[in-house]
């Protein structure tokens, strides 16, 4: 089989314009605004995209849409070809988005104990038949039914969370995140055969995320042992989760027939669009493009989204601070989480302040050429964390603002409640 996860060329095939003409252009754009906001390059969204579903192989790809966390861009996502349906993160947020008007095919990435919308779903005839909720064991299936019995609702519709961690030297091993309890397709098929026993549920779907591939980059700047150690697992891991994969489908599909089986992420797109056994994708980093993807061999998404910070001091050569500038992602505490000045280039925040809650220092040659008022655009590490900073995002397509669009947080969104 082809190698999925090697090095491609494809990581330059949005090179963009050069960063000196992309400051200016987003500075013209955004004249009229005071720092701190934060925008969206249409060009390089729209690109992102569309070598997103190339990736796909012709395989429908749902928007993660916690990475994006805008009604906005999930609509104008969802209206091009190859993309189709969502994975929410919470279930308050999936019935926002289906009442909303959004998508009416919403999958669920993990399981729930959210009793209010749990009674909203279980009650509800045209969101219980639109939205699929995550499970990986009994016991949340018996939460399900202390909420709403099963002769008082619809019957709910199921996906199997099977976990795709790969634990080599028998099990004593684990590598990938600890996700759900089901690793073995016995395991997956005992589930299976117990939701289509019990009353007032649907097995409709499996899902595996492969966080060892699609979470972890294998080129990280100055950590050479570390990527040749993460290639080395991502080659390993791959096989053996392609086998389970195949065989926790079979085994799922002894007592339903799934509609889907649903694989992937923005960093193993192309390598889960090969599994015979997967039958449609999730992505939603790859739109904006963020940081931690600047550290992956197979593709790079293009740097859509920005945030702007203001100069407000220079207290040395080679020095200036912008206001705030601390909007640090989610994950382990290090260096990685933090958002990097981008424009202009060559600036570096300082190892001994990082960045800060309300200012940071950013060092470089190019401060000197800075004054007070003048913008530094930062990049965030993660893609829709960005939007828990800011109410609106400014689309920006050339040196024009086209559009304002509100975030979750703009719109006092329940998806994080």
């Known amino acids: 089989m082809k190698n999925y996860l090697a090095a491609s060329d494809s990581r330059r095939s949005h090179p963009g314009p050069a960063s000196d003409e992309k400051r200016a252009r987003l500075d013209r754009a955004t004249a009229h ?32 849409s916690k990475s994006v966390r805008c009604r906005e861009v999930l609509r104008d996502t969802l209206a091009r070809p190859g993309w189709h349906g969502l994975m929410a993160f919470t279930l308050a947020e999936a019935i926002w988005l289906n009442r909303g008007g959004v998508s009416q095919d919403i999958l669920l990435g993990y399981p729930t104990a959210d009793r209010v919308a749990l009674t909203a779903l279980a009650t509800s005839e045209q969101l219980s038949a639109e939205i699929t909720l995550m499970v990986d064991s009994a016991e949340q299936l018996d939460l399900i039914d202390s909420i709403v019995a099963p002769a008082r609702r619809s019957a709910l519709r ?88 195949n065989a926790a489908a079979a085994a799922a599909r002894q007592h339903a027939d799934l509609e889907f089986v649903n694989g992937g992420g923005t960093g193993s797109l192309a390598a889960t669009a090969a599994d015979p056994a997967v039958t449609e994708l999730t992505a939603g980093s790859g739109l904006y493009g963020p940081t931690l993807f600047d550290t992956y061999r197979a593709w790079r998404p293009a740097p859509a989204a920005y945030f702007a910070a203001s100069v407000v001091r220079r207290p040395g050569p080679g020095l200036v601070t ?65 939007c828990e900073h800011v109410d609106e995002l400014h689309l920006v397509r050339g040196d024009v603002v086209e559009r304002t669009v509100p975030t979750y947080r703009g719109e006092h969104a329940p998806a994080f409640l």
Not at 39 to 51: G, K, L, Q, S, W
Not at 349 to 367: D, I, M, N, W
Request: net charge positive.
């Open 33 to 64: 605004l005071d720092p701190p906001f934060a925008v969206i390059d249409t060009e390089a969204i729209n690109a992102n995209a569309a070598a997103l579903v190339d990736r796909a192989a012709g395989k429908p790809i749902r928007v993660a």
């Open 158 to 245: 199921v996906c199997l969370d099977l976990d795709a961690s790969w634990r080599p030297l028998s099990g004593r091993a684990h590598i990938g995140v600890r996700r759900s309890p089901l690793h073995s397709p016995a395991a997956v098929g005992r589930l299976a055969a117990h939701v289509v026993w019990r009353a007032g549920f649907r097995l409709v779907g499996l899902m595996a995320y492969e966080a060892q591939l699609a979470g972890l980059g294998d080129a990280p700047p100055g950590r050479p042992v570390y990527g040749r150690m993460v290639r080395a697992i991502q080659r390993w891991s791959y096989p053996d989760l392609l086998a389970r994969r």
């Open 322 to 386: 912008v206001h705030g500038g601390g909007w640090v992602a989610s994950g382990p505490a290090e260096r990685s989480r933090l958002p990097r000045p981008a424009l202009p280039a060559g600036l570096k925040l300082l190892a001994a302040e990082g960045a800060g809650e309300v200012q940071t220092p950013l060092a470089g040659a190019v401060a000197d050429m800075l004054r007070v008022g003048d913008r530094v655009w930062f990049r965030h590490a993660k893609a829709g964390e960005l």
